[in-house]
C-alpha cells in the first residue's frame, strides 16, 4: 500500500483553513457588536427580566461554541501547514540521501 502526499496541497489547505478562521472570527466579532447594539429590547419588567437573562446564559454558552469551533479550525488549519512543512523536509532529506547513494555507487 503507498502513501502519496502532496505538501503544496496540504500547505494550501491549512493556510484556507486559517483564512476561514480569520473570517469566522471576524464574523463573529461583528455579529457580537450588532447583537449587543439592540440594547435590551424584552424590556425591564419581570418578563423582560426573565427573557434578558435567558438570551444571556444562551448567548453565552452560544459563543463560547463558537469560539470553540473557532480555536478547532485555526488548529487544524496550522497542524496541515505544520504537516506540510515536515513532508517537504522529509521529501528534501530523502532526495538527498539518494543523490549521496548515486554519487557514491558512481552514478
Do not use: K, N
Not at 1 to 25: K, N, W, Y
Not at 38 to 51: H, K, M, T, V
Not at 53 to 77: K, M, P, Y
Amino acid at each position: 500500500m503507498a502513501i502519496e502526499v502532496d505538501p503544496d496541497g496540504l500547505g494550501g489547505s491549512g493556510r484556507a483553513l486559517g483564512d476561514v478562521a480569520t473570517r469566522f472570527g471576524q464574523a463573529m466579532t461583528a455579529f457580537q457588536a450588532e447583537l449587543a447594539a439592540f440594547g435590551q429590547p424584552w424590556g425591564s419588567d419581570d418578563i423582560g427580566a426573565l427573557i434578558g437573562a435567558a438570551h444571556d446564559e444562551v448567548s453565552a454558552f452560544a459563543f463560547e461554541c463558537f469560539d470553540t469551533a473557532l480555536s478547532e479550525i485555526s488548529a487544524a488549519g496550522t497542524d496541515l501547514t505544520d504537516m506540510a512543512t515536515r513532508y517537504a523536509e522529509i521529501e528534501a532529506a530523502i532526495t538527498q540521501g539518494f543523490d549521496g547513494l548515486r554519487q557514491a555507487l558512481g552514478g
